[in-house]
């Protein structure tokens, strides 16, 4: 073999190889952040719940801000 085609195909092997590890710990990466809680804070104190969608809503609200629908007081 030419050397130049020697040196060609290892110049491939290494991006094969390093393009793998990347992918390979960005898959990581996802997998640990995938299950990890919002860094920000949500309340559902006070929330009112819509009956037909599921819509979180103000106590204050008496139609959901979604779908309409009456809410329960």
């Excluded at 992918?23 to 009956?51: D, I, N």
Aim: glycine share 6%.
């Amino acid at each position: 073999m030419d050397e130049t085609l020697l040196l060609l195909l290892a110049l491939v092997l290494t991006v094969v190889i390093a393009s793998i590890a990347v992918l390979k710990s960005r898959t990581q990466r996802e997998a640990l952040t995938a299950g990890a809680p919002s860094r920000f804070a949500a309340s559902t104190e006070g929330m009112s719940v819509c009956p037909k969608c599921g819509m979180g809503n103000l106590w204050t609200e008496r139609r959901c801000s979604a779908c309409g629908t009456s809410l329960k007081r």
